[in-house]
């Protein structure tokens, strides 16, 4: 059976492009595709899975894992599993927090010499319904996106300007980033979201967990608004407060 995801950059262990293109799979991320990453890390193979994605300006784009649990840390089994909050991008570098249940973190960023890189998108999204921060039509149907949900369809979201939303501060880079709809519903006219958790950092580009790293439970609203639970990995509790945003909502076209 013929696999939908598409092999969109290949990179060597120096880095250097061996098939496709940077480009190409930045314009795939704005689109809202999914994204993929397989990596030879010499002693093993993976590929990551990415629940939220980043693209920026020119080809600036990342993925970000934002619920991986893991049971090693520093290469020993730990009595608990733990978060881990990481970022990947085309630098060879890494962003990596682990959040322990017990409220400790360790930033295990780094860079590392991975065999190969293969960037994977499924360009599957069409955007149904976007609007401005204060919820006026740009493009598409407000209704369309209420029969969606309707129809049980698969739905994600795009937030303009997330990065900095810890601060409510809209200023950084252009870009838009993608996470997943867990729980999408209908109310006071509008169409809304429990989402995924999502991962913000400072409104720069490049940017790491250095520059900051927040966590957040959000409720995107086709008004605009944004309900959003916030916390930096290690200091809670939760903060709770609202933000107007930009977005774009997107229906799968194969589900």
């Known amino acids: 059976m013929a696999s939908h995801w598409v092999l969109a950059l290949e990179q060597s262990q120096n880095l250097e492009v061996t098939q496709g293109s940077i480009a190409a799979t930045a314009t795939a991320l704005k ?33 970000l894992m934002t619920h991986h649990h893991s049971y090693v ?20 570098s890494f962003s990596l927090l682990k959040w322990m249940l017990d409220n400790r973190v360790f930033d295990d960023s780094q860079a590392y010499p991975y065999g190969v890189y293969r960037w ?25 996106l209420k029969e969606s949900i309707r129809e049980g369809r698969s739905l994600k979201v ?7 939303i810890q601060d ?3 200023s950084g880079p252009q870009h838009i980033s993608f996470f997943n709809i867990m729980q999408p519903l209908i109310k006071n006219g509008n169409a809304g979201a429990n989402c995924d958790f999502i991962l913000s950092s400072a409104p720069c580009w490049p ?9 957040g439970v959000v409720w995107p609203w086709t008004s605009g608004e944004m309900t959003c639970n916030l916390v930096k990995p290690g200091h809670l509790p939760f903060r709770r407060t609202t933000v107007r945003r930009a977005m774009q909502w997107l229906v799968a076209e194969d589900a």
Not at 46 to 62: K, N, S
Not at 120 to 144: F, I, K, M, P, S
Not at 158 to 164: A, D, I, T
Not at 207 to 215: A, I, K, N, R
């Open 31 to 63: 689109n809202g595709a999914d994204l993929r990453l397989f990596m030879d890390a010499h002693t093993y193979e993976e590929t990551l899975y990415f629940q939220q994605t980043y693209a920026g300006e020119g080809d600036a784009f990342a993925g």
């Open 73 to 92: 840390h520093r290469e020993s089994l730990t009595d608990e599993p733990y978060f881990s909050l990481f970022k990947y991008d085309v630098s060879g």
């Open 120 to 144: 994977y998108v499924y360009d599957r999204w069409r955007v149904v319904y976007e609007h401005d921060a204060e919820g006026n039509c740009l493009t598409g149907d407000l209704d369309a």
């Open 158 to 164: 795009g937030v303009k300007q997330l990065f900095g």
């Open 168 to 170: 409510d501060d809209p």
């Open 207 to 215: 940017f790491s967990w250095e520059d900051g790293l927040t966590l």
